[in-house]
């Protein structure tokens, strides 16, 4: 490959970088400006949704902080233990492949998650008081 | 050089081909092995550092549109059921899909100057399909929170699969359609005859040692 070319290609990679990383400031501002609407602050009751596939499979009140409990939620893909300590939730352990959701650990404020992928399990912490955007329709739909 | 060769042009190195493809899956599936035992530094779904996707691009590159899609099938239906992990062959198989499909599109348009890029958007489209694909099963789109992080350690991973691909490229005894000619020329040129010891002792990996005339026996070198 000649200089003219590999100075085109570097600048291409560059170009190309440069845009990725924009999308990317672009896409976490707008999560951001989006989260800020639901995002709370610390002492705030709040609630995690456990979903698998999209369907509620529970909504655990994380209000009251002397709470402390540990929830096994089990399909044929696998099986997820979860903690609750407080105001605060994780994945304690899992048979997934990648443990992500075990390696995100606690979570405790509105609009955070944890999700574990390969079992389509996902946690995500609400206010109290607020509607799960996902939960009836996809109840009936997994019905 | 020619941009595409018809299967048949193709045909007197068939032997070869398919051996270089099965070593390619081969490697690919020891290497994506080999890389599931890293750990990743942050607890994001699908962040990886991609060095499996190097093979394909490499087949890709090297071999053929249709060489890198059997090297990634192979790769991904046999990491998934080695590990007993199908519940998340549709994440892989998505993500690879589109990496694919990017890679391809590489190979089409001849760059091969821009293998990196090609590897850094291969990178970056990964981690959308599978983003993507794990919003839909999940039935969650918060997941797509995961996604400016990833595009960004996508592009960064890309750069390093990348260099790595365009590396071994380079080392690579020929590109692309240029397979044949280049060995050929070279096989020729310590004397244009090609006597057929010559044949034996430069053509190791020749399909038949005792063609003694490749320009005979391919005309379209000519």
């Known amino acids: 490959m000649s200089a003219p070319q590999r100075l085109t290609a570097q600048r291409a990679e560059i170009v190309f970088a440069g845009i990725v990383f924009a999308v990317a400031v672009l896409l976490a501002a707008c999560f951001a400006v989006g989260g800020s609407a639901t995002a709370g602050t610390h002492g705030e009751r709040t609630k995690a949704i456990v979903s698998r596939d999209g369907a509620v499979v529970q909504t655990i009140d994380l209000g009251?902080?002397?709470?402390?409990?540990?929830?096994?939620?089990?399909?044929?893909?696998?099986?997820?233990?979860?903690?609750?300590?407080?105001?605060?939730?994780?994945?304690?352990?899992?048979?997934?492949?990648?443990?992500?959701?075990?390696r995100t650990g606690w979570i405790e404020r509105p609009g955070q998650i944890i999700a574990c992928v390969p079992h389509g399990l996902t946690i995500i912490i609400e206010r109290e008081g607020e509607g799960t955007p996902n939960g009836p329709d996809a109840v009936v739909g997994a019905a | 050089m020619a941009r595409t060769q018809s299967l048949a042009q193709r045909d007197p190195n068939a032997t070869r081909r398919v051996c270089r493809c099965a070593l390619l899956a081969a490697l690919a599936v020891a290497v994506a092995a080999a890389e599931a035992l890293v750990p990743m530094p942050a607890p994001i779904p699908g962040m990886k550092l991609g060095l499996a996707n190097t093979v394909t691009v490499i087949a890709?590159?090297?071999?053929?549109?249709?060489?890198?899609?059997?090297?990634?099938?192979?790769?991904?239906?046999?990491?998934?059921?080695?590990?007993?992990?199908?519940?998340?062959?549709?994440?892989?198989?998505?993500?690879?899909?589109?990496?694919?499909?990017?890679?391809?599109?590489?190979?089409?348009?001849?760059?091969r100057g821009k293998v990196r890029l090609c590897c850094m958007a291969a990178a970056v489209a990964h981690n959308c399909g599978?983003?993507?694909?794990?919003?839909?099963?999940?039935?969650t789109p918060q997941i797509a929170l995961y996604l400016p992080i990833l595009l960004v350690v996508g592009t960064a991973t890309g750069y390093a699969t990348g260099t790595l691909a365009a590396t071994v490229l380079e080392r690579l005894p020929h590109l692309l359609a240029s397979a044949t000619n280049r060995i050929e020329r070279q096989n020729a040129e310590p004397s244009p005859g090609g006597t057929a010891s010559e044949q034996h002792g430069a053509g190791a990996c020749a399909p038949h040692p005792d063609r003694s005339t490749p320009s005979a026996e391919h005309p379209r070198h000519a």
């Open chain 1, 64 to 102: 009251n902080t002397d709470e402390f409990d540990i929830l096994l939620f089990e399909d044929d893909r696998g099986s997820n233990l979860i903690e609750l300590d407080g105001g605060r939730i994780r994945v304690a352990d899992a048979d997934c492949p990648d443990r992500t959701c075990v």
């Open chain 2, 60 to 111: 890709a590159f090297w071999l053929g549109p249709a060489e890198a899609t059997v090297v990634l099938a192979v790769r991904i239906l046999l990491c998934a059921v080695l590990a007993g992990q199908l519940a998340a062959l549709p994440f892989s198989l998505v993500g690879g899909v589109c990496a694919l499909a990017v890679t391809l599109t590489f190979v089409h348009l001849n760059a």
């Open chain 2, 130 to 139: 599978q983003i993507a694909m794990a919003a839909i099963l999940t039935a």
